[in-house]
C-alpha cells in the first residue's frame, strides 16, 4: 500500500496498468490497494481511462507522506509505520538488535503499551498524536549518553516552534511545554557495555490534537491544536523534528554552544523550584544545567546541588512549569 502511495504522490494520475507494471503485482490488487488508501482517508479519484489520481491526504503518518518534502541527510530516511503497536521504543528496539541503520524512525497511529519516565503509563489514543521513536548509534560513552536525551528535547522544541509557530521550551530535563502546558513527553533507552554505546532509542509523544488530553491530565497538559488555534498536520511536525535533530547533533560538536541553546530554550533557569526525592524535598532557584545533563539548584540557604532526573522530579511553585 505503501509503494502504491508513493507513485499517488509523485504523479498527477497514474494508470492502473502503470502500477501494476511498476509494483510487479495484479490490476486487482492495485484496486484493492487504493480502495484501502480510501478507507484511511485518502481522496483518490478515478479518471477513467486515465487511472487515479490523489486529491487530498488526510493527516496520514505513513512514511510516503512523512517523506514529501523530507531534506534530511540520514534522520528519518528509513522510516517505519504502524498502525498500532504496544511500544514504538520496544519495536525500535527490536530493529536495533536486527541492524536497524542509524536514523531510523519508528512512527505509530497508537500505541497500546506507551511508557514514560520511571515506568508511568502513556496514555496514547490513536489518531490524536505523534508517537515515534528514532534510532540512534552514537559513537560515545555510555556516560555521555544524557547529553542526548538534551539534544533529543532540543530537537523537539526547535521542531515544533518552526513548524507550528508557538514558542516551545523545555521543561527539564526534557518535558516539552508551550504556553505552560506539557505537550510532548520522552523516553530514551541505551543498549550498551562498559565502553561503548551500541544503540540509543529515542522514544517521543506530540500532543497535537484535542483528543490526546484525557480529562485526568487537562489541568497540566495541553494539545498543540488547541494552543496554536488551528489544525496541524502531524507529518509536518515529523519533518520539523528530524531536521532540526540533524542541526542539533552538528552543533553538539561544541559543547559550549550546544549547552547554550538548550538553556536558551529552557523554561525552568531562573525559576523557583520545588526539588523531590525519595528523601525528601527542598525548594531553590534553577541557575543552570551541567553537560552531563545534571540541574544545578540553590536551596534557600545559598548551597546548590547538582540533581539528577534519574533521581528526583521538578516542579514549579505556581504550577506544573
Not at 500532543?207 to 489544525?231: K, M, Q, Y
Request: proline share 2%.
Amino acid at each position: 500500500m505503501e509503494r502504491i502511495l508513493t507513485q499517488l504522490l509523485k504523479n498527477d494520475t497514474v494508470s492502473g496498468q502503470a502500477l501494476s507494471e511498476k509494483l510487479g503485482v495484479t490490476r486487482a490488487a492495485v484496486w484493492k490497494q487504493i480502495e484501502q488508501l480510501r478507507q484511511q482517508g485518502f481522496v483518490i479519484e478515478s479518471l477513467g481511462r486515465q487511472g487515479y489520481r490523489l486529491v487530498e491526504c488526510p493527516d496520514s503518518l505513513m512514511a510516503p507522506v512523512v517523506r514529501q518534502g523530507l531534506d534530511t541527510s540520514w534522520a528519518g530516511r528509513e522510516i517505519v509505520y504502524l498502525r498500532s503497536v504496544d511500544s514504538t521504543n520496544r519495536y525500535a528496539r527490536q530493529l536495533a538488535q536486527e541492524g536497524a541503520a542509524h536514523g531510523t524512525l519508528v512512527l505509530a497511529d497508537e500505541q497500546t503499551a506507551g511508557r514514560g519516565r520511571r515506568g508511568r503509563g502513556w496514555i496514547s489514543p490513536a489518531g490524536e498524536s505523534i508517537y515515534m521513536t528514532l534510532i540512534l548509534r552514537p559513537q560515545a560513552h555510555p556516560s555521555q549518553v544524557a547529553q542526548l536525551s538534551l539534544a533529543t528535547a532540543l530537537a523537539v522544541a526547535q521542531g515544533i516552534t518552526r513548524s507550528c509557530g508557538v514558542e516551545a521550551r523545555i521543561k527539564w530535563p526534557n518535558d516539552i511545554v508551550c504556553q505552560g502546558r506539557k505537550v510532548c513527553g520522552m523516553l530514551l533507552e541505551m543498549n550498551a557495555d562498559e565502553q561503548s554505546v551500541h544503540d540509543v532509542v529515542a522514544g517521543i509523544g506530540i500532543n497535537v490534537h484535542p483528543g490526546a488530553v484525557s480529562e485526568e491530565i487537562a489541568e497540566t497538559a495541553g494539545a498543540l491544536d488547541v494552543l496554536c488555534g488551528r489544525t496541524l498536520r502531524r507529518a509536518e511536525i515529523v519533518r520539523g523534528f528530524l531536521r532540526a535533530f540533524e542541526e542539533v547533533d552538528a552543533l553538539m560538536a561544541d559543547g559550549e554552544a550546544f549547552m547554550r541553546a538548550y538553556c536558551e530554550h529552557s523554561a525552568t533557569l531562573g525559576r523557583r523550584v520545588q526539588v523531590i526525592g525519595l528523601n525528601g524535598s527542598f525548594i531553590g532557584t534553577a541557575l543552570g544545567v551541567t553537560g552531563s545533563g545534571a540541574l544545578i539548584v540553590e536551596d534557600e540557604q545559598g548551597k546548590r546541588h547538582e540533581v539528577l532526573a534519574a533521581d528526583v522530579s521538578v516542579r514549579g511553585l505556581m504550577g506544573y512549569v
